[in-house]
């Protein structure tokens, strides 16, 4: 009583919209009946700005820069709204670091892990001696799912992508931020995958995988720090 209080109204209806989209709301008001039991239509009837183009089938480029330049436009998000945020930083670092998607300040921002979780990142690589520009940083998605969610069909055929781009990279250790670049590398959720270096083998040779958590996680639960600066530890330990 008598404080001022202030409370931030676009920030709560852009959390609780978000919080529907990620629910699988697709549209804000539809007047028209809706049977929500009804099947899906197949991906052929869907509008082509919205199929999700399968890749097994196509011969990706056999070089790392042919293939960055291939995923700017190619891949089963190229109709997703948005831009494609490629690759940051340089290859040649041997650390190659993996997140999901980009977040929602990405796009305007136009780069990976911008906003409160990009300075977190930040933080993240200060504290073992790296910067954006000493690291390869990548996502499994170069756009955000416009509901903020993958189907999974799209997240195998990502998981496709990204192993195909880590042979390219060779890089000699990859960190996996989240569930979904945890389980497409080690075919693991964090919870399971973290606290030991896992050897996955591709066409480059071998690479060391750490997973660990995602910097959005980390500022919602604070708690876990502990534990992604044992991963941080285990990642950059004997790296040299």
């Given at each position: 009583m ?7 109204w ?5 959390s ?8 699988g ?19 052929d ?19 790392l ?26 290859a ?27 300075r ?42 990204i ?10 250790r ?23 270096l ?43």
């Open positions: 008598g404080a001022d209080q202030h409370n931030d676009r920030a709560s209806v852009a609780a919209l978000e919080w529907w989209r990620d629910a709301v697709d549209c804000e008001i539809d007047d028209g009946p809706r049977d929500w039991l009804a099947r899906m239509p197949s991906p009837k869907l509008p082509a700005a919205v199929r999700e183009a399968p890749v097994e089938a196509i011969k990706l480029p056999e070089t820069a042919e293939f960055a330049a291939w995923r700017a436009v190619s891949g089963p998000e190229a109709g997703w709204p948005g831009q494609a945020l490629a690759t940051q930083g340089d040649a670092s041997g650390l190659m670091i993996v997140a999901d998607m980009p977040d929602r300040e990405d796009d305007a921002a136009g780069a990976l892990l911008s906003g409160s979780a990009g977190l990142f930040d933080a993240m690589l200060a504290a073992i001696g790296r910067d954006r520009q000493s690291i390869y940083l990548t996502a499994l998605s170069v756009k955000r799912p416009p509901a903020g969610r993958a189907s999974d069909e799209t997240v195998e055929q990502l998981a496709t992508l192993r195909h781009h880590l042979s390219l990279a060779a890089p000699k990859v960190l996996a931020l989240g569930n979904a670049a945890s389980r497409a590398l080690t075919g693991m959720d964090v919870a399971d995958a973290r606290g030991s896992r050897v996955i083998k591709h066409d480059g040779g071998t690479s060391e995988v750490v997973a660990s958590f995602h910097p959005r996680f980390l500022l919602e639960r604070p708690a876990a720090k502990a534990d992604a600066w044992r991963d941080l530890k285990m990642l950059i330990g004997g790296f040299e």
